[in-house]
Every structure is written in C-alpha cells, then in structure tokens.
C-alpha cells in the first residue's frame, strides 16, 4: 500500500475548507495515518519548492505559505500518489477540472489549497522533511 505526502495550504484553514478537503480524501478510500499543524518558514519552502525557488513568483510563494498554518498529512492507499494528484488537480487553474479540488475550490495558480507529493521518490523524500523520519 502506497504512502504520500500531502500539505493542506493556509488558504484551506482561512476559507473553512479543511474538513470538506479532508472528507474527499477519506471518500475516496485512503487513509489519514498522520496528521499535524505547522508553521512553516522560509528555509523549509526553499527546500521543499527548490524546483521553483527561481521564479519569479518565488517570494509571492513563501509570502502565502507562511501567512499561516498548514496541515502536514501522511496519507495511505491503493495508488494513492497518483490519485492524489487526480483528486487535486492540474496545477494551472485555468486547466484544473471540475470534480477535483483545486477545480472546484481554487481560481489561483498561486494560491491553490493542495499540495501533494508527484512520485514515490518525492512521497519518501517529503514524508522524511516533514515528519522526520
Ligand atoms: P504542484 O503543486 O501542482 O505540484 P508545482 O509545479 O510543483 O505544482 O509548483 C509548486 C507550487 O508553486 C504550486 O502549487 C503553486 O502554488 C506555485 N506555482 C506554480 N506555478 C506557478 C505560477 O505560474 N504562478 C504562481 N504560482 C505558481
Ligand atoms: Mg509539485
């Protein structure tokens, strides 16, 4: 069974989206192993966004993910790394569908609700960043 990394953004705690965004995660079968709370800062974000630390939507990036919590899930399933990335959606906005999460809940490309682990090496490798092991 497949483990992923999965971050509820801080715009999912300001607009009360938490519980619906969580609840699709559970219907559709995966499993919540772990879950906490965090405040991230800007030496984590340039780690764990290296592959777009040079943009220039970089600082706009660590501005909205540390202008609050964010949920930090280890998230458990039949495929699950994948599926995660079809229950979230395209990362553009204009090309997330409805039905997924940020199709249905976001109009960002920035500031987008969802974050979700792309590969069984980036699942290995975030659930070690943010949960320490
Ligand atoms: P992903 O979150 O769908 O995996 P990545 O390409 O890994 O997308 O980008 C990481 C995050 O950077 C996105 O979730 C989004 O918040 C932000 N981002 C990516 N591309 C853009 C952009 O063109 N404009 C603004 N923010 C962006
Ligand atoms: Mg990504």
């Known amino acids: ?3 992923t990394y999965i971050m509820l953004k801080p715009d999912a705690f300001k607009r009360g989206l938490v519980g619906k965004i969580v609840s699709r995660i559970e219907a559709k079968g ?3 192993l772990e879950a906490k ?3 991230l800062d800007e030496g984590i974000l340039k780690e764990h966004y290296a592959h777009v630390a040079d943009k220039p939507f970089f600082p706009e990036i660590v501005e909205y993910m540390t202008s609050g919590p964010v949920l930090a899930m280890i998230v458990q399933g039949n495929n699950c790394i994948d599926g995660m990335r079809m229950l979230m959606g395209a990362t553009k906005t204009e090309e997330a569908l409805a039905g997924t999460i940020r199709g249905d ?3 960002s490309t920035g ?5 979700g682990a792309d590969s069984a090496e980036a699942a290995e490798i975030e ?3 943010f949960f320490g092991r």
């Open 111 to 115: 500031e987008n609700l969802i974050h």
């Open 127 to 129: 659930i070690a960043r």
């Open 1 to 3: 069974m497949e483990k």
């Open 30 to 32: 995966y499993r919540i």
């Open 37 to 39: 709370t965090l405040q």
């Open 105 to 107: 809940f976001a109009n």
